[in-house]
């Protein structure tokens, strides 16, 4: 057989091939370790090397130290006698909220989503995502919970997001899973909308009314969370070409971003004609890509949306379905090497961000092209379109 006939050769997508390897029970066992490693590995090491858990938690209660001594919470290196404190103030609870995501990644029934092709992904889920206690574990589980709920009602899922933001501003991207939500798209709107006013009017309030901690709390922020943390999106790639968190190229960048982004999943969802689950699940995952400093923490149940949009490319052919599935296996095996590899201050979400987001607007892309004859109809003449919004119908 020659090389190109070898190529040419019909072969089966990622997800057929998985689970016809791994029928014995010798073979799950290693697909299960090579998938768990990088968490597995990280919480054994800190147990065996005896390292600090739960620095998060302790700097809640250095930071309320702080203040009833009267000074500042916001210090840089802040010192609490039996305590190891991270250098800022969140909460911790975090078991239950664990559990919840872990339910909703990889137990939780969607249609048309195999367990093989969810696990893929979670070999870039970092082990410092669980044993930090970063109070987002929590606003995710919170998240999770509520939007399970939007079939009957949107109020509770709204409420934990503008309380969210009120902690982190960036969870104000979890509005867009009331954009992807099966109402009619004119309610969808309004509610969105409605939100984002709120939680910047939150914000703002916030930052009026804050009191003389207010510019040290800023530069904190700024310093610790922005400058020495920017996460693995947008505002890190804007690091690696020289750009500072405020410069205006990182600005209109984000403002480019964010709707393209977001514009892509809406499509994936509309077009794609998913179910209500699927499309929240879509939603809650593209509020962590959209989100410009996605952290270790953002990425809990992330690889469990990532394989819902490459199930999506399986209604468009098999060799559309064979090419984006394997591409996402070995994305989740490039995760597993990058975890493994001793490279220092280097992390594997680092590279599998900017492919998560190539992912997502690939499929995006196929999915447009299957119904470029509707979308240029629509453009073409859009006052039906726009008049079906209106009356929602649509």
Not at 301 to 311: D, E, N, S
Request: aromatic share 12%; net charge positive.
């Amino acid at each position: 057989m020659s090389l190109t006939e070898f190529f040419r050769k019909p072969r089966p997508d990622a997800l057929t091939w998985l689970q016809a390897h791994t029928q014995k029970k010798s073979t799950r066992f290693w697909f299960l370790f090579l998938i768990s490693f990088s968490v597995v590995s990280h919480l054994l090491g800190r147990l065996v090397k005896g390292k600090w858990w739960m620095n998060d938690f302790d700097a809640l209660i250095c930071g309320a130290d702080y203040m009833r001594r009267g000074l500042s919470p916001y210090a840089y290196e802040p010192a609490c006698e039996g305590l190891k404190a991270a250098p800022y103030v969140y909460a911790p609870f975090l078991i239950a909220a664990l559990l919840v995501i872990a339910w909703y990644g990889l137990k939780r029934s969607f249609p048309n989503l195999p367990l093989h092709i969810r696990l893929l992904g979670y070999t870039i889920v970092s082990g410092s995502a669980v044993s930090c206690g970063n109070i987002a574990v929590i606003c995710h589980a919170a998240a999770i919970g509520t939007a399970l709920m939007i079939r009957r009602t949107r109020l509770p899922f709204l409420l934990v997001v503008l309380v969210s933001s009120i902690i982190k501003p960036v969870f104000l991207t979890y509005l867009i899973v009331l954009m992807y939500d099966a109402r009619p798209l004119r309610s969808r709107l309004l509610w969105s909308a409605a939100g984002a006013a709120i939680g910047i009017g939150l914000y703002v309030w916030i930052s009026r009314t804050a009191g003389p901690l207010y510019e040290v709390w800023q530069k904190t922020i700024y310093d610790i969370t922005l400058i020495e943390q920017p996460g693995y999106t947008l505002l890190a790639w804007a690091e690696w070409v020289g750009l500072t968190i405020d410069h205006p190229a990182t600005l209109i960048a984000f403002a480019v971003y964010f709707p393209i982004m977001a514009l892509a999943g809406l499509l994936l969802c509309d077009l794609g004609k998913l179910s209500l689950d699927t499309r929240l699940l879509i939603g809650l995952g593209m509020a962590q890509l959209i989100n410009p400093r996605m952290m270790s923490y953002d990425m809990l149940f992330l690889p469990t949306m990532l394989a819902a949009v490459v199930m999506v490319a399986r209604d468009y052919g098999e060799r559309t379905f064979s090419q984006v599935s394997w591409t996402f296996l070995w994305i989740g095996v490039a995760g597993f090497f990058m975890a493994v590899l001793p490279i220092k201050d280097f992390k594997p979400a680092d590279i599998m961000s900017p492919a998560f987001v190539a992912l997502v607007l690939w499929v995006s892309l196929i999915v447009i092209r299957q119904n470029k004859d509707i979308i240029r109809q629509t453009l073409k003449n859009p006052k039906p379109f726009l008049g079906d919004i209106i009356q929602g119908r649509l």
